[in-house]
């Protein structure tokens, strides 16, 4: 490169990094294996409208909370895929100021109305329709809920200010991307089926919305203003509460003004665990993704990864094998602590990640069939979105939450722009009867009134000498849990940054069916030596998209996976 050309690329950068304002820079990047890099704060979402936001509040003088609850709301009108008011999920605080780090469980539950058998035909077999695409679908949602109540927990700013973005957005309008319009074409027998539904996504004449058209929710922006002014109760138990319950009335669903009225956000203990050193901080159940992240993470401990390398036959065998041995537990083990004994500490055990290490074989891959669910003693020592916001207090957020499929069962309930969840497909409607994404469950996740389903999203922060080190998360509905480890382990074993752990080619492996599903970018010769180890290895779509945020140094480092378009990471 000559002088000149070197001359060039300083000025682009300058004017790139630093644009003519009298305020703070905001720091944004798409470039591979490079994080972003803030001084102040960051957000990184799947939606770069939804990270505006978040960033918008934080300049604001809002904590990582405030912020985070911004991009809720936020994610529910410009993503209405995952991000919304009608399903719910799980999210982890770490306040700086008290160094204490806890959880909300703010998951779906089940309508008093519904019981074990009620999505079996006259044949005893699951009926699909019934479970996944109609009102019976629906758990009673607490996203609402759970970002009241972290607000409230955790914040400094009020309703009304944080849900101004999400407001405006509805309100207004935004630009419509060429994934979204890509969605709304591709999702058309599933949306245009209810006219609701079809009012919202598509135009007066049936046609489709195009990448540059505006799209306007006047209802959802009826409900959020609703909620700004009036608080969660406008949702459980107030106007957007009885519309959604006369709609469900209407429609032969099961969720009634009751139900709303009823709904409990759980404030709850991470479940803790340490790998190398470090502590990691997940979510406990009814999430089984941290049980079995710190399970995953307890069994490899004793393998070189490092020394092996990543990506290596032996390593993604390794990692392969105790997969299997996590969900073969979370099959059988884990439910709704509520109504089911989950053996929380005897999974997370190293004594227990012992017994199942002598079960893994380094040179060839144990039959699925072969697998079976542990017996951990109690010791006493597909659509989903994830985002991490982190400020400069060192207060740190990960969320993930959800419809369950994209854009849930399809159904708008009836004047209130609401999205509704099938999240009743994440119960176990037959034990023995795979799910929706293949996963295997028992008496553990049968349907019972007032029971949050089993969920695999895995909010997680990990921690370094007791302070916060990096924050992650991923939709990706089954292969959440492994592609969170990932993360972990590209990290910590691989000495990677952000940017090279999220873009690194995934595996993933659930027990049942049995296949080792692998990302484009594994070497064909990898491929070779894994199916000599008896693995069975198909390629798969890209896995997850997570949004990880680092604090090193003094500063803070995300990326925003590359897998979907539209996600960023911002800070400034």
Same mark, same amino acid.
């Given at each position: 490169?000559?002088?000149?050309?070197?001359?060039?690329?300083?000025?682009?950068?300058?004017?790139?990094?630093?644009?003519?304002?009298?305020?703070?820079?905001?720091?944004?990047?798409?470039?591979?294996?490079?994080?972003?890099?803030?001084?102040?704060?960051?957000?990184?979402?799947?939606?770069?409208?939804?990270?505006?936001?978040?960033? #918008?509040?934080?300049?604001?003088? @809002?904590?990582?909370?405030?912020?985070?609850?911004?991009?809720?709301?936020?994610?529910?009108?410009?993503?209405?895929?995952? @991000?919304?008011?009608?399903?719910?999920?799980?999210?982890?605080?770490?306040?700086?100021?008290?160094?204490?780090?806890?959880?909300?469980?703010?998951?779906?539950?089940?309508?008093?109305?519904?019981?074990?058998?009620?999505?079996?035909?006259?044949?005893?077999?699951?009926?699909?329709?019934?479970?996944?695409?109609?009102?019976?679908?629906?758990?009673?949602?607490?996203?609402?809920?759970?970002?009241?109540?972290?607000?409230?927990?955790?914040?400094?700013?009020?309703?009304? *200010?944080?849900?101004?973005?999400?407001?405006?957005?509805?309100?207004?309008?935004?630009?419509?991307?060429?994934?979204?319009?890509?969605?709304?074409?591709?999702?058309?027998?599933?949306?245009?089926?209810?006219?609701?539904?079809?009012?919202?996504?598509?135009?007066?004449?049936?046609?489709?919305?195009?990448?540059?058209?505006?799209?306007?929710?006047?209802?959802?922006?009826?409900?959020?203003? *609703?909620?700004?002014?009036?608080?969660?109760?406008?949702?459980?138990?107030?106007?957007?509460?009885?519309?959604?319950?006369?709609?469900?009335?209407?429609?032969?669903?099961?969720?009634?003004?009751?139900?709303?009225?009823?709904?409990?956000?759980?404030?709850?203990?991470?479940?803790?665990?340490?790998?190398?050193?470090? *502590?990691?901080?997940?979510?406990?159940?009814?999430?089984?993704?941290?049980?079995?992240?710190?399970?995953?993470?307890?069994?490899?401990?004793?393998?070189?990864?490092?020394?092996?390398?990543?990506?290596?036959?032996?390593?993604?065998?390794?990692?392969?094998?105790?997969?299997?041995?996590?969900?073969?537990?979370?099959?059988?083990?884990?439910?709704?602590?509520?109504?089911?004994?989950?053996?929380?500490?005897?999974?997370?055990?190293?004594?227990?990640?012992?017994?199942?290490?002598?079960?893994?074989?380094?040179?060839?891959?144990?039959?699925? #069939?072969?697998?079976?669910?542990?017996?951990?003693?109690?010791? #006493?020592?597909?659509?989903?979105?994830?985002?991490?916001?982190?400020?400069?207090?060192?207060?740190?957020?990960?969320?993930?939450?959800?419809?369950?499929?994209?854009?849930?069962?399809?159904?708008?309930?009836?004047?209130?722009?609401?999205?509704?969840?099938?999240?009743?497909?994440?119960?176990?409607?037959?034990?023995?009867?795979?799910?929706?994404?293949?996963?295997?469950?028992?008496?553990?996740?049968?349907?019972?009134?007032?029971?949050?389903?089993?969920?695999?999203?895995?909010?997680?922060?990990?921690?370094?000498?007791?302070?916060?080190?990096?924050?992650?998360?991923?939709?990706? @509905?089954?292969?959440?849990?492994?592609?969170?480890?990932?993360?972990?382990?590209?990290?910590?074993?691989?000495?990677?940054?952000?940017?090279?752990?999220?873009?690194?080619?995934?595996?993933?492996?659930?027990?049942?069916?049995?296949?080792?599903?692998?990302?484009?970018?594994?070497?064909?010769?990898?491929?070779?030596?894994?199916?000599?180890?008896?693995?069975?290895?198909?390629?798969?779509?890209?896995?997850?998209?997570?949004?990880?945020?680092?604090?090193?140094?003094?500063?803070?480092?995300?990326?925003?996976?590359?897998?979907?378009?539209?996600?960023?990471?911002?800070?400034?």
């Amino acid at each position: 490169m000559n002088p000149l050309q070197c001359f060039l690329v300083v000025i682009f950068m300058m004017i790139t990094l630093y644009p003519a304002t009298s305020q703070s820079p905001i720091y944004t990047a798409d470039v591979r294996h490079h994080p972003i890099v803030a001084e102040k704060g960051m957000v990184a979402s799947q939606h770069k409208l939804a990270s505006q936001a978040g960033l #918008e509040i934080l300049r604001q003088g @809002g904590n990582a909370v405030d912020a985070a609850v911004a991009v809720g709301f936020s994610l529910a009108v410009v993503l209405p895929r995952a @991000g919304n008011l009608g399903g719910g999920g799980f999210m982890i605080v770490h306040d700086a100021e008290s160094g204490e780090t806890k959880s909300l469980n703010y998951r779906e539950m089940a309508p008093a109305k519904a019981h074990r058998n009620m999505y079996l035909d006259q044949d005893k077999n699951v009926d699909r329709q019934k479970l996944n695409s109609s009102y019976q679908a629906a758990g009673v949602p607490g996203s609402i809920a759970g970002l009241s109540r972290a607000l409230d927990l955790y914040g400094t700013m009020t309703l009304v *200010q944080v849900m101004a973005p999400a407001i405006k957005q509805a309100e207004e309008g935004f630009t419509v991307t060429y994934d979204l319009a890509r969605l709304l074409k591709r999702m058309k027998p599933r949306l245009g089926a209810w006219p609701e539904s079809a009012k919202v996504f598509y135009k007066a004449d049936g046609s489709f919305y195009k990448a540059g058209d505006v799209l306007v929710q006047s209802d959802l922006a009826w409900s959020l203003k *609703q909620i700004a002014q009036n608080g969660p109760g406008a949702f459980y138990g107030g106007e957007v509460g009885k519309r959604l319950a006369e709609d469900m009335k209407n429609n032969g669903g099961l969720i009634t003004l009751e139900d709303l009225k009823n709904y409990k956000v759980e404030e709850m203990e991470p479940s803790w665990g340490e790998y190398r050193g470090f *502590q990691i901080a997940s979510m406990p159940p009814p999430s089984s993704g941290g049980v079995h992240i710190i399970q995953m993470l307890n069994i490899l401990e004793e393998f070189p990864l490092a020394y092996l390398g990543h990506n290596s036959a032996e390593t993604l065998h390794l990692m392969a094998e105790s997969m299997k041995l996590a969900y073969a537990d979370r099959s059988e083990h884990l439910g709704d602590p509520n109504f089911w004994d989950v053996p929380v500490s005897g999974i997370t055990s190293e004594h227990y990640a012992d017994e199942l290490r002598k079960k893994i074989d380094r040179w060839t891959a144990t039959p699925s #069939e072969s697998v079976k669910p542990g017996k951990p003693v109690d010791y #006493e020592s597909d659509e989903t979105t994830h985002f991490t916001v982190v400020d400069q207090q060192g207060n740190v957020v990960v969320n993930t939450y959800t419809l369950n499929f994209s854009f849930g069962n399809g159904i708008v309930a009836k004047g209130t722009g609401i999205l509704l969840n099938n999240e009743m497909s994440d119960f176990s409607a037959k034990p023995g009867v795979p799910n929706a994404f293949g996963l295997l469950g028992g008496e553990a996740n049968s349907v019972q009134p007032g029971k949050r389903p089993l969920s695999s999203m895995t909010p997680t922060i990990v921690f370094k000498g007791g302070e916060p080190y990096f924050a992650t998360g991923s939709p990706g @509905g089954s292969r959440i849990i492994t592609t969170v480890l990932q993360i972990i382990l590209n990290i910590i074993d691989h000495g990677m940054n952000v940017a090279e752990a999220s873009h690194a080619p995934r595996i993933h492996h659930q027990w049942y069916p049995e296949i080792l599903y692998i990302e484009k970018g594994i070497s064909p010769d990898t491929q070779s030596l894994l199916r000599a180890k008896n693995h069975v290895v198909r390629y798969r779509d890209a896995m997850g998209s997570t949004q990880t945020i680092m604090l090193k140094d003094g500063l803070i480092f995300g990326a925003s996976d590359p897998r979907r378009p539209d996600a960023a990471t911002m800070g400034y």
